[in-house]
């Protein structure tokens, strides 16, 4: 059992250790359907209606009199009047008012019409808790955990559901017509199923602690106005999202906690190993007394993935102070192999925007990923292939671990090195993994990181292949990685230095 390090410490701010992205199952409708609206009455019919409610018979002498109309005018007024249905002429042709205007003065409401208009609209129910929600994505992210339903809601009448649930689908819409709320359903013209679709939802996840139970993890919905954010919580879908995360985690690590921290050489990560399970409560404890330095402003602890917002300056900060004609070689990303690594919808346009910080030094960013078969070269392209814009396949390279490397070779270089901890499943939220290690610009430490990432990917490189990307070149792009994984490190320092 790892001790409560944080009982004493209950007023800290929880610090953000993950973001994480999933897809919920859900269904489309599309639906015609009929609103009735208040609408606002022209001045001058207003004032005319006030005057019929007020003297309770008025001739059209009198209106065309009072408003100062010629009889065309008066004639036009006449017609409108009586279209509102608020004003009608009784046998001896004079205007009286409506039992509808009569009773809108006696309840002292305002004077207004009714409009009736058609909407063609579409809604999505999520498969969980068979409740309208405020958005779907069409075209989601493959490879993004997808939240398994045990057994799908009885579908209930589509219509049924949408008139039921109308209050939901003004909040969820984006119609701000839709969304006053004198807005009335009128009724369905018709509603039908369209199609199986995914809802994604995000979450920044927290570690924060807990007066009875020590560390807890707890997460907040990103991605929503906050105006709809509720609307996921109300419905269920939230502690839904968070059950998911809950169930601990059924593989048993391929890397050990303690091999990797000998493996990168880090020391400090070392010291918080219990069980080889993580003392997060107390490695974040100690960062916040700033006892967790590595004894140089070269190298710094990264607590989770390296596109999390408070990572993700880390490698633009240190390429903005470099030359601006300096060539850096290319930037080798080799993930880890936990079912979570990656999985946030942010990752595509983070990898972007590291592709245009590393274009000004002739670099690129390139993952590598295991890939020995027809299989294993689908399935790394239904997890990754829509976030990570080039794959390159590795043929003979052992199976992806826990330990996550990204490095630029080189003097200068940079390099991160990471591993993805389970946490106690008394924490909650024991189904992720928390990435943490460090990134560094230390030569020494570049060089270790990668002399592990070479060995990781092995020595076989023969058959390297780029598995998406469009790119004509294609090999000559796998023939330049495979050379630079080669490259031993005395003959990168020679390339790079000399290209200063």
Same mark, same amino acid.
């Not at 100062?68 to 007024?77: A, F, H, K, T, V």
């Not at 460090?438 to 002399?451: A, G, K, M, N």
């Given at each position: 059992?790892?001790?409560?390090?944080?009982?004493?410490?209950?007023?800290?701010?929880?610090?953000?250790?993950?973001?994480?992205?999933?897809?919920?199952?859900?269904?489309?409708?599309?639906?015609?359907?009929?609103?009735?609206?208040?609408?606002?009455?022209?001045?001058?019919?207003?004032?005319?209606?006030?005057?019929?409610?007020?003297?309770?018979?008025?001739?059209?002498?009198?209106?065309?009199?009072?408003?100062?109309?010629?009889?065309?005018?008066?004639?036009?007024?006449?017609?409108?009047?009586?279209?509102?249905?608020?004003?009608?002429?009784?046998?001896?042709?004079?205007?009286?008012?409506?039992?509808?205007?009569?009773?809108?003065?006696?309840?002292?409401?305002?004077?207004?019409?009714?409009?009736?208009?058609?909407?063609?609209?579409?809604?999505?129910?999520?498969?969980?808790?068979?409740?309208?929600?405020?958005?779907?994505?069409?075209?989601?992210?493959?490879?993004?955990?997808?939240?398994?339903?045990?057994?799908?809601?009885?579908?209930?009448?589509?219509?049924?559901?949408?008139?039921?649930?109308?209050?939901?689908?003004?909040?969820?819409?984006?119609?701000?017509?839709?969304?006053?709320?004198?807005?009335?359903?009128?009724?369905?013209?018709?509603?039908?199923?369209?199609?199986?679709?995914?809802?994604?939802?995000?979450?920044?996840?927290?570690?924060?602690?807990?007066?009875?139970?020590?560390?807890?993890?707890?997460?907040?919905?990103?991605?929503?106005?906050?105006?709809?954010?509720?609307?996921?919580?109300?419905?269920?879908?939230?502690?839904?999202?968070?059950?998911?995360?809950?169930?601990?985690?059924?593989?048993?690590?391929?890397?050990?906690?303690?091999?990797?921290?000998?493996?990168?050489?880090?020391?400090?990560?070392?010291? $918080?190993?219990?069980?080889?399970?993580?003392?997060?409560?107390?490695?974040?404890?100690?960062?916040?007394?700033?006892?967790?330095?590595?004894?140089?402003?070269?190298?710094?602890?990264?607590?989770?993935?390296? $596109?999390?917002?408070?990572?993700?300056?880390?490698?633009?900060?240190?390429?903005?102070?470099?030359?601006?004609?300096?060539?850096?070689?290319?930037?080798?990303?080799?993930?880890?192999?936990?079912?979570?690594?990656?999985?946030?919808?942010?990752?595509?346009?983070?990898?972007?925007?590291?592709?245009?910080?590393?274009?000004?030094?002739?670099?690129?960013?390139?993952?590598?990923?295991?890939?020995?078969?027809?299989?294993?070269? $689908?399935?790394?392209?239904?997890?990754?292939?829509?976030?990570?814009?080039?794959?390159?396949?590795?043929?003979?390279?052992?199976?992806?671990?826990?330990?996550?490397?990204?490095?630029?070779?080189?003097?200068?270089?940079?390099?991160?090195?990471? $591993?993805?901890?389970?946490?106690?499943?008394?924490?909650?939220?024991?189904?992720?993994?928390?990435?943490?290690?460090?990134?560094?610009?230390?030569?020494?430490?570049?060089?270790?990181?990668?002399?592990?990432?070479?060995?990781?990917?092995?020595?076989?490189?023969?058959?390297?292949?780029?598995?998406?990307?469009?790119?004509?070149?294609?090999?000559?792009?796998?023939?330049?990685?495979?050379?630079?994984?080669?490259?031993?490190?005395?003959?990168?320092?020679?390339?790079?230095?000399?290209?200063?």
């Amino acid at each position: 059992m790892i001790e409560n390090t944080l009982y004493a410490q209950l007023n800290d701010q929880p610090r953000k250790v993950h973001s994480l992205s999933l897809l919920v199952p859900a269904r489309r409708y599309e639906v015609n359907f009929d609103i009735t609206a208040q609408q606002a009455l022209p001045a001058i019919i207003e004032c005319a209606l006030m005057l019929i409610a007020q003297l309770e018979q008025v001739s059209a002498n009198e209106l065309q009199n009072y408003f100062g109309l010629n009889s065309n005018e008066r004639e036009g007024l006449l017609r409108e009047i009586l279209d509102t249905g608020l004003a009608e002429e009784d046998r001896d042709g004079l205007m009286v008012p409506s039992r509808r205007l009569q009773e809108a003065r006696s309840n002292q409401q305002e004077i207004s019409l009714e409009e009736i208009i058609n909407y063609n609209q579409s809604f999505v129910v999520d498969n969980l808790t068979g409740s309208i929600q405020p958005r779907a994505d069409d075209k989601p992210l493959r490879g993004l955990p997808t939240l398994a339903v045990e057994q799908e809601n009885e579908k209930a009448d589509p219509a049924q559901l949408f008139t039921s649930q109308f209050e939901r689908f003004q909040q969820a819409t984006s119609v701000d017509r839709l969304k006053r709320f004198n807005t009335r359903l009128y009724r369905i013209n018709h509603c039908n199923y369209s199609q199986l679709t995914y809802l994604p939802v995000s979450l920044d996840i927290f570690a924060s602690p807990d007066p009875m139970m020590g560390l807890r993890l707890k997460s907040e919905l990103i991605g929503f106005p906050e105006k709809v954010k509720g609307l996921l919580t109300t419905s269920g879908l939230h502690g839904e999202v968070n059950r998911f995360f809950d169930a601990p985690l059924e593989h048993q690590p391929q890397l050990s906690l303690s091999e990797h921290t000998s493996a990168a050489d880090d020391k400090v990560l070392s010291c $918080y190993i219990d069980n080889e399970a993580l003392d997060l409560g107390k490695l974040l404890l100690d960062r916040k007394a700033k006892k967790t330095g590595y004894g140089s402003d070269m190298t710094r602890m990264l607590i989770g993935p390296i $596109y999390l917002d408070v990572n993700r300056g880390r490698l633009m900060r240190w390429l903005s102070h470099l030359p601006k004609n300096l060539q850096l070689a290319k930037a080798i990303w080799l993930p880890a192999g936990t079912p979570t690594w990656g999985a946030h919808v942010g990752l595509r346009q983070f990898i972007s925007n590291c592709n245009k910080a590393l274009a000004s030094f002739g670099s690129s960013l390139e993952v590598l990923v295991p890939v020995r078969d027809k299989h294993e070269r $689908y399935n790394v392209l239904e997890r990754f292939g829509a976030s990570v814009s080039r794959i390159t396949g590795l043929p003979n390279a052992p199976k992806l671990n826990e330990m996550e490397i990204l490095v630029i070779p080189g003097d200068p270089g940079w390099a991160c090195v990471q $591993y993805h901890a389970k946490l106690p499943e008394n924490s909650g939220m024991a189904g992720i993994t928390v990435p943490v290690g460090y990134c560094t610009f230390d030569p020494w430490r570049v060089e270790l990181i990668w002399s592990l990432l070479r060995k990781r990917v092995g020595s076989n490189l023969e058959s390297l292949s780029l598995l998406n990307g469009g790119q004509e070149d294609g090999k000559e792009m796998a023939l330049s990685i495979a050379n630079l994984l080669r490259s031993d490190w005395d003959s990168l320092l020679t390339k790079y230095e000399s290209s200063e």
